[in-house]
């Protein structure tokens, strides 16, 4: 039985240009996919990638809040919208507990680094630091402990001699942008 195109309706927060947002939305739209972007919600009103949502139509809220404001207006859009799944993309805060046990639908992070090395910031810097031969990028599925749920994709990127952290980090974007495609498709086939 073939699945219906767009059934799933996916959410996604960011907190700058959204260039993880722009390859999913390329993605759903260029594949045909069983799921769709429906809602995009930064917590910075001037995000770029509220811009790119609202040129493809996309439902979009800029939500300047504190944590539990943010939180508070955010999971009733996202109940609003009906949302079965949600992407953190390049959003820079941490989720409460309670969000996340209030949230009806599955939450994916995508965190640049080999998990479960070098959660938290400055991945690459501590990558190259550490002399390790490559660095990488990881799909989970978000808990209540930083960066430590089930791993549902992950992809190496090889460490240059003469990679500065900005360098390093250029390079696993462009492989963030070909797995968070391909890992929303793999947690939208369970869903279903």
Not at 10 to 21: A, D, E, M, Y
Not at 47 to 75: M, S
Not at 123 to 133: F, L, N, Q, S, Y
Request: proline fraction near 3%.
């Amino acid at each position: 039985m073939k699945k219906l195109t767009g059934n799933i309706n996916v959410g996604v927060f960011i907190s700058g240009r959204g260039s993880n947002l722009k390859e999913l939305i390329k993605y759903s739209k260029k594949n045909n996919t069983n799921w769709k972007i429906k809602l995009v919600i930064s917590n910075k009103k001037e995000a770029k990638g509220l811009a790119y949502a609202k040129k493809n139509r996309i439902i979009n809220y800029g939500i300047e809040n504190k944590k539990p404001q943010f939180e508070k207006k955010a999971l009733r859009y996202l109940k609003k919208n009906k949302i079965n799944l949600l992407c953190l993309a390049g959003f820079m805060k941490i989720l409460s507990k309670e969000f996340i046990k209030k949230s009806k639908f599955k939450i994916i992070n995508i965190h640049p680094s080999l998990l479960p090395k070098y959660k938290g910031l400055n991945t690459h810097e501590r990558a190259i630091k550490a002399g390790d031969k490559y660095a990488g990028s990881t799909v989970h599925y978000v808990t209540a402990k930083l960066d430590s749920g089930k791993k549902i994709l992950q992809t190496k990127v090889k460490i240059l001699k003469k990679d500065k952290p900005n360098s390093l980090a250029n390079r696993v974007l462009k492989a963030e942008h070909i797995i968070y495609p391909k890992a929303v498709d793999i947690v939208c086939n369970k869903i279903i």
